[in-house]
């Protein structure tokens, strides 16, 4: 009887180190890495946690001793952030609906360096685009040639039947090769400007006002830090954490300051805005974070609205990760939202529909 006393020692040491653990993680939505970086690193862990403490609960129940409590109070304190990172919605399916149809793409450099090993990936890219028929398309890890040959912007104008671009410039090489982000819009550019990150080659944020018909509308096309694992590194992954642990954290811990900063630029980029706003982009960060939290603030989340499941986004070697997003202010109804599951960069596309 003592020894099983022990035992439930041990557990309920364990059950309220869970507890903290699962109160740290959802702290990460508003707790600037900046100022501590734990909340981040923990928040990544949160359907872990928060399982965890699921499991806990049952078992306090099965034992029939009170300290159930403990857990279900944190998970009830989590509810929010739980519903920023699944769409319960058993129904729902992948109808887009009518009005205005928004698509945002990280497309990695239109498999410029064949990562794929497929020399047809970037006209499907450009296929699965111009299948979705967007009426505003925002890329990020962008690319293309100022004289010609692999892809233009022009090019790509016509292919997707989009007459208005603008391109925001991260980093230019041998005069004519052009990465960055860029805007394609059915609807007039009436003004636009490009912040590059400092300190960074491929991040930055790209603001087009949009004329959508009688309504001007802030589109605001954000690719924030990358990670930037090596291989070695992402070995460590696929090997249970047992190599190059610390310079995973280091990475992510730069990450996480980077994006932190970027976010700052961002949210006063939402704030002053004089038109109703549609944020959309690779934000290189899941639902519980800092970056989410602030950028999403006082929006609505398309996918939460109209999506179903975990949503995830990036196809690379870090599985069930929604890194991806449209964002929109309240005055707008969204209608639909899809995510395209296809295989060709490292991040599917999502598009959503609205008016």
């Not at 020894?3 to 041990?10: A, D, N, Q």
């Not at 793409?105 to 685009?129: A, K, P």
């Not at 233009?152 to 090769?177: C, N, Q, V, W």
């Not at 939290?293 to 006082?298: H, P, Q, R």
Request: glycine share 8%; proline share 3%.
């Amino acid at each position: 009887m003592k020894r099983l006393s022990f035992i439930l020692r041990i557990i309920l040491v364990l059950n309220v180190l869970a507890v903290v653990a699962l109160a740290i993680a959802v702290s990460a939505q508003w707790v600037s890495p900046r100022v501590g970086w734990v909340p981040a690193f923990v928040g990544l862990g949160f359907p872990v946690i928060l399982v965890v403490n699921v499991l806990f609960v049952i078992f306090w129940l099965l034992v029939r001793k009170w300290w159930w409590l403990m857990s279900l109070v944190a998970i009830l304190l989590g509810i929010v952030v739980f519903t920023n990172y699944v769409a319960l919605r058993p129904f729902a399916n992948n109808h887009i609906g009518e009005g205005y149809r928004i698509l945002s793409y990280n497309v990695r450099n239109f498999d410029l360096y064949n990562w794929s090993h497929n020399e047809e990936s970037r006209n499907r890219i450009v296929g699965i685009v111009r299948d979705q028929e967007p009426d505003i398309v925002c890329f990020q890890d962008f690319y293309h040639e100022a004289a010609g040959g692999f892809i233009t912007m022009e090019g790509l104008s016509e292919a997707f039947d989009l007459p208005y671009h603008r391109f925001g410039e991260t980093l230019a090489l041998r005069g004519t090769d052009r990465w960055g982000m860029a805007i394609f819009s059915r609807f007039p550019i009436v003004s636009s400007r490009f912040i590059h990150f400092e300190g960074t080659k491929l991040n930055g944020m790209l603001v087009a006002d949009i004329q959508l018909d009688s309504l001007t509308v802030s589109v605001i096309n954000v690719h924030l830090q990358s990670l930037h694992f090596n291989p070695d590194e992402l070995a460590a992954f696929d090997e249970g954490y047992r190599r190059s642990s610390w310079k995973i954290a280091r990475s992510l811990r730069y990450g996480f300051k980077k994006r932190a900063e970027q976010t700052r630029l961002v949210a006063e980029a939402i704030k002053q805005s004089e038109h109703p706003v549609i944020v959309c982009g690779d934000f290189n960060d899941t639902p519980v974070s800092y970056a989410y939290g602030t950028i999403s603030n006082g929006l609505n989340d398309a996918f939460i609205k109209k999506g179903v499941g975990l949503g995830t986004t990036y196809a690379g070697s870090l599985p069930g990760l929604r890194i991806d997003y449209i964002l929109m202010s309240k005055s707008f109804e969204i209608l639909g939202f899809r995510r395209i599951k296809e295989g060709v960069s490292d991040h599917y596309p999502v598009v959503a529909s609205f008016r």
